[in-house]
């Protein structure tokens, strides 16, 4: 498995990409640091990185009523990466849609 598993694209990530169009959100391995990241970004993408923040989210415990009783499960932790891209910079995941 390779360091980027694939962009995120939600309402909240679209709204600081709206803000910063220079900005953009992936799901990457947990165990990568921000120099792994970056390198991945560039390969993949063929841009400049001028900046990567990291977050890592604990998986969550999740119950939902049926008819045949509780169900429990849990959602998988992860790591997410804001990446910065260079000044006039942009990647378009949509062009070949």
């Not at 962009?7 to 391995?29: C, H, M, Q, W, Y």
């Amino acid at each position: 498995m390779g360091i980027i598993i694939k962009p995120i694209v939600t309402e909240k990530l679209t709204a600081i990409t709206d803000k910063r169009p220079n900005r953009i959100g992936f799901r990457v391995s947990p165990d990568a640091n921000k120099l792994e990241i970056k390198k991945a970004v560039e390969a993949m993408y063929n841009v400049s990185v001028v900046d990567v923040n990291t977050m890592n989210y604990s998986g969550k415990r999740k119950s939902r009523y049926t008819k045949s009783g509780i169900i429990s499960g849990k959602q998988s932790s992860y790591k997410k990466a804001i990446v910065t891209l260079k000044e006039g910079e942009v990647i378009d995941f949509f062009s070949n849609i």
